[in-house]
């Protein structure tokens, strides 16, 4: 079993910036591909961003220029940098990884709990 532990999010001014991070932790795992993905209320599901096991990203166009992925595979730990964030970026924000898990190994997709973030205008 895999969790993954969002933090960084909060309330901030549009234009301010905010750093998010997810950590996962359990046993006999290994992280393919991890990102970030958000929802806004009464919207679907939306991917922000997303980073390869060998650090390729991807950006969703209206976040392009603004957010930056990263991660730390020794800490099994992705990040997202939101800088110039406007008040359309608010939403809950979500990790998102994909694991294989245990003996015989399991290809599995866990996500965060998800975590607010607020930009007021």
């Known amino acids: 079993q895999v969790q993954l532990v969002e933090s960084g999010g909060g309330l901030v001014q549009a234009g301010g910036s905010l750093r998010l991070s997810c950590a996962a932790s359990?046993?006999?795992?290994?992280?393919?591909?991890m990102g970030w993905y958000r929802q806004a209320p009464v919207k679907e599901r939306e991917l922000v961003a997303s980073?390869?096991?060998?650090?390729?990203?991807n950006y969703a166009d209206s976040v392009k220029g603004r957010f930056t992925i990263s991660r730390d595979n020794a800490r099994n730990t992705v990040y997202l940098q939101m800088n110039s964030l406007r008040p359309e970026d608010t939403a809950v924000y979500y990790c998102?990884?994909?694991?294989?898990?245990?003996?015989?190994?399991?290809?599995?997709?866990?996500w965060g709990q998800g975590i607010q973030v607020t930009v007021s205008s």
């Open positions: 998102n990884a994909d694991v294989t898990v245990g003996f015989p190994p399991i290809k599995t997709t866990y």
């Open positions: 359990g046993s006999r795992f290994r992280i393919n591909d």
């Open positions: 980073i390869t096991s060998g650090t390729s990203t």
